[in-house]
């Protein structure tokens, strides 16, 4: 599989998401300078964490106009699988490829830290492979997941949330959400399900070497969802 | 005698007369100026006294610091660069050297914390990459007035917001780090930041301006008015009310240095790069002054083409700027265009303005007409160096005097008011701020052990890194507080398996002009180069910082050291959480003193006896055995001693194993007596480490101390419920639930100084 990896300016994850589909999972990667207008033959753009254009403004909302973004958009559009992590999550509510908008975190600090994750839906071609619960490194200051009570009903009607933050044993409490977000959302797909934002790191714990590798399990489900369609 | 033609500038239109008030304004004192005036043979035009002011300020020129700093350990066969740099370099195998320096951002922090520290953090960054070092981790020690003051909670706040700001956003994990309070840091907060890179060994750039007739470029950031004279401020006291300086404070722009960073990088896999050097304290001046310096060689830069935020702004604001973000390029003549391809790709502007010449000289040009000229020599090299008077503190018989502590009496109620303490109390309120998983290198995170350990890319080794230092040590005995320091950063080192191999200082201090503080500069110095060499660790760079001080009040004699050092392939690093099971080992001679401890600090509010002393044969066996044991996977875990003693090392190790040790029983080979308990439990002392060992094992490694001449006491075991502990006669001295333990822990830091706490971990 050939994974795309958008790098913004400002984006400072992006080598660590290459470093985990090539080196660690063994697949194609290259890196996409946000310049360019053409994703060319990849079967996977991810949009990396960072801080694409500084985000001095809102979190993305410049990211959105960069000359990447309209090839990535059609790419979504024609069913193309796309991954945005933390800042790559911004950027995607910030296109419109997916709903709603990530608010600063209620404790209004920038939050480094493990959390954990429950699957809220296994089915999705982004945690096929998923076990019930993850671990979750986020590091993010805007992770607070908020959208019109329309938009969470539609969500969670569809099984569009995919990742909840949860407790150890996978109970979804208050204490267990970091940030604030609305149903302790931490993941969500679009209708289709080819694109998934994520303020979570999966690449971050995609290694036994830095003591869990339950991430890597995102990138295991979207190759083997990738080869099941080939 | 006339001054050569070569060498005159004239006064613009508009430039203020030099009076003695100008002069003065400028901080350069009368004898000073004569030398100016002797340098030049004719008064400087107002340009040229900014830039004598800045270059002969104690911050640029360490005209106090010089002849004490030549004494300390700067050689040793990994040495690639050692101090003069903009970072040292040691060899770490692989093909590889890791860069690293630490440098104080402390008078900008305290008048503007956020913008203080994030700046702080930008330019230790700026002088890693430069060398051509890809920044792999940052730290920083911070100190803090007392908890209860009331700008404490907001400087608190701002300082590790700003780091975060800065760090983060650059995508360099802060990994590391230490934190005290003290009464002396009121009016003088201290942000020291360290950095460190890895730069392949056979590329390592310097900032050496050769072959005249190449051009001089200057890329990144617009030069606009933010932080002139921040060099001069950063070498005077504060009156009361320094918030009135903050226009000297600069602003940073991590977004920017980012690009620059990518940009530098880039352009550093080519051959177009003679000389590179960052825009840091005194910006543009600085930078090439240094560079030609180091060169023995001219430069002239035509200040109209300085890329500015603003119209209006004169060369004398231009030349002092201290705007973030910037580097001065000297590039092979004919391949300007390349640095500029690069610079274009990353949006930052690259413009050529200026060239290496052969005179000498250091020439500014604002159209044409040369607004100074200075011989670069009586920048640098000529500069002031002074032997200030030094004299042994009046009160210092006083402060060692051993202190009347009459025993608490209750033994789990001094632990956990020591764990809530807010200097061995949990930071995770600070390290939860600071992105420190990006780059995917750390292996040992904050909190999970003495040191950070993180991988080096491109290498099986693995790189240990800590930041240390104890000033309340360092005022009680200033040259057995400074061996100190070095003792503990190496022996943290080794807790995680490392051998350390090369450090870099940070000294701050007080007023020199003041005999008594120059005496604890002299001393402390003397201590750490005693140290250095004991251990055998080049300081390969540093920063000194003086005139800490507001009103009379000046902070205590606080040298930080940053360290580094390596763990071999195929070891496991070590971390301080308690297993679940397994045997509890002191390794070392404890030696418990209670002058100078966190103990007298917090239960007694007393400062004064000796601090633990060093015996250096005892410590050195101590981090071989460390490192040995690590290395054939002896050890399950291992704490040293330090702030707080035995007990609270225990306490914590057992904290920190996070529920899977359920607890811990330890006996103390002490006296019953209350205040012999309370000694042995809580005195700090130099060279001791608690190891966890698994049961089957413990033979083995007490053979292998036996071995290796570090005295091992076999003193208890993990399990059962909570902290035990017995004296001599099993009487039981300390009992306490790991809950409650870690609820002081935990909350203690952000409770002590009124911070919002952080919410349970998950």
């Known amino acids: 599989m050939r994974f795309g990896i958008v790098t913004f300016p400002g984006s400072n994850c992006d080598q660590d998401a290459h470093h985990v589909v090539s080196h660690v999972l063994g697949h194609e990667a290259r890196f996409i300078w946000h310049k360019e207008t053409d994703l060319e033959d990849v079967d996977c753009v991810i949009l990396p964490g960072g801080f694409s254009y500084g985000d001095y403004l809102r979190c993305g909302a410049i990211a959105r106009f960069s000359p990447i973004m309209d090839a990535v958009v059609r790419f979504a559009n024609e069913g193309g699988y796309v991954i945005g992590i933390c800042n790559g999550f911004q950027v995607l509510t910030e296109t419109g490829l997916l709903p709603g908008v990530l608010l600063r975190n209620q404790g209004l600090k920038f939050i480094c830290e493990d959390t954990r994750l429950v699957v809220a839906n296994g089915h999705s071609p982004w945690t096929v492979l998923c076990p019930e619960t993850l671990v979750a490194p986020i590091a993010h200051a805007e992770g607070c997941y908020f959208a019109s009570p329309e938009v969470i009903g539609q969500l969670e009607e569809q099984g569009r949330v995919i990742f909840r933050y949860a407790s150890s044993r996978g109970e979804e409490l208050a204490e267990s959400n970091p940030n604030g977000s609305i149903n302790n959302i931490a993941g969500i797909i679009n209708e289709a399900g080819n694109v998934l934002g994520m303020m979570p790191h999966p690449e971050r714990n995609s290694e036994t070497a830095l003591g869990d590798a339950s991430g890597a399990a995102i990138f295991r489900s979207i190759i083997h969802s990738f080869e099941a369609r080939a | 005698m006339n001054p050569p033609a070569a060498f005159s500038a004239d006064p613009r239109q508009g430039d203020p007369a030099i009076t003695d008030q100008l002069i003065a304004e400028h901080g350069l004192t009368p004898d000073e100026y004569q030398k100016v005036l002797g340098i030049l043979g004719r008064p400087p035009t107002w340009t040229e006294l900014g830039v004598f002011s800045v270059m002969w300020s104690e911050h640029c020129s360490y005209k106090t610091s ?493 040298p930080t050291i940053g360290m580094v050092g390596l763990i071999e392939a195929g070891v496991s690093p070590l971390g301080m959480a308690l297993p679940s099971a397994g045997s509890l080992v002191l390794l070392g001679s404890p030696r418990p003193v209670l002058g100078g401890s966190a103990y007298a600090r917090v239960i007694h509010d007393s400062e004064q006896g000796m601090p633990p002393q060093v015996y250096w044969s005892e410590e050195l066996a101590l981090h071989q055995l460390l490192r040995e044991a690590a290395q054939r996977g002896l050890l399950l875990a291992a704490h040293d001693l330090s702030e707080g003693g035995l007990a609270t090392s225990l306490a914590e190790m057992l904290i920190s194993s996070r529920g899977k040790a359920s607890g811990c029983q330890i006996q103390v080979p002490c006296p019953p007596s209350a205040e012999a308990v309370e000694l042995s439990l809580f005195g700090e002392t130099h060279g001791c480490a608690w190891v966890a060992v698994e049961d089957e094992r413990r033979a083995e490694l007490l053979a292998l101390c036996q071995e290796m001449q570090c005295r091992a006491t076999a003193l208890g075991s993990i399990g059962g419920e909570g902290l035990r502990i017995l004296d001599a006669q099993g009487s039981v001295v300390l009992d306490r639930s790991a809950e409650s333990l870690r609820k002081a822990f935990e909350g203690g830091f952000a409770e002590s100084i009124g911070l919002s706490p952080c919410p349970p971990r998950v």
């Open chain 2, 66 to 558: 010089r002849r004490f700093l030549k004494t300390l350990p700067t050689e040793g066969e990994r040495v690639l660069q050692g101090p003069g740099e903009n970072a040292g370099v040691v060899d770490v195998g692989d093909g590889l050297g890791v860069c690293f320096k630490m440098e104080s951002h402390n008078h900008p922090s305290f008048i503007e914390p956020y913008q203080g520290a994030a700046t702080g953090v930008g330019g230790i960054l700026r002088d890693v990459f430069t060398m051509n070092a890809r920044p792999i981790a940052l730290l920083n020690s911070l100190r803090f007035g007392t908890p209860e003051h009331p700008r404490t909670s907001y400087l608190v706040d701002g300082v590790v917001d700003g780091i975060a700001g800065y760090g983060n956003c650059m995508g360099i994990p802060t990994v590391g780090g230490e934190i005290d309070f003290n009464r002396c840091y009121n009016g003088n907060i201290l942000v020291n930041a360290m950095a460190v890179g890895i730069v392949p060994a056979d590329r390592i750039f310097r900032g050496i301006a050769a072959g005249p007739g190449n051009p001089v470029l200057y890329v990144g950031s617009r030069t606009g008015r933010d932080g002139i004279h921040g060099a001069t401020m950063a070498s005077d006291s504060f009156e009361e009310g320094g918030e009135g300086r903050r226009p000297t404070v600069q602003v940073g722009d991590p977004y920017t240095e980012k690009r620059l960073l990518e940009a530098c990088m880039e352009l550093m896999q080519q051959d177009a790069v003679i000389a590179i050097q960052d825009m840091g304290a005194a910006g543009l001046t600085s930078s090439s002054v240094e560079m030609a310096g180091r060169g023995g060689t001219g430069l002239v830069l035509h200040v109209d083409r300085i890329p500015r935020r603003e119209p209006g702004m004169t060369p004398y604001e231009c030349l002092l700027s201290e705007s973030q973000e910037r580097m001065l390029i000297v590039a092979a003549a004919g391949r300007e265009h390349i640095v500029e391809e690069v610079f274009t790709k990353w949006d930052l502007e690259a413009v050529v303005v200026g060239e290496v010449t052969d005179d000498g000289c250091w020439r500014i040009l604002e159209d044409g007409q040369t607004v100074a000229a200075i011989p670069v020599l009586a920048l640098t090299d000529e500069a002031p160096n002074y032997d200030r008077p030094r004299e042994k503190p009046a009160d210092l018989k006083q402060r060692q005097t051993t202190p009347e502590l009459s025993a608490h009496g209750d033994c789990a109620a001094v632990l956990e008011r020591l764990l809530g303490s807010p200097g061995i109390a949990d930071k995770r309120w600070v390290y939860r701020q600071y992105d420190h998983m990006v780059r995917l290198g750390t292996l040992e995170r904050p909190g999970d052990a003495d040191a950070a350990v993180l991988r080096l890319p491109g290498s099986k080794r693995m790189l240990a890194v800590c930041v240390d230092g104890n000033s309340v040590h360092v005022k009680l005995d200033p040259f057995g507080g400074a061996q100190g320091i070095i003792a503990e950063a190496c022996r943290n080192l080794a807790c995680t398996g490392a051998q350390a191999i090369g450090a870099t200082d940070c000294l701050n201090f007080g007023n020199p002009e003041r005999p008594d503080v120059m005496w604890e500069f002299e001393q402390a110095v003397l201590g750490l180069g005693e140290g250095l060499r004991q251990a055998h660790v080049p300081i390969v760079s540093g920063n000194v910082s003086f005139y800490n001080e507001t009103g009379e009040q000046s902070i205590h004699p606080t």
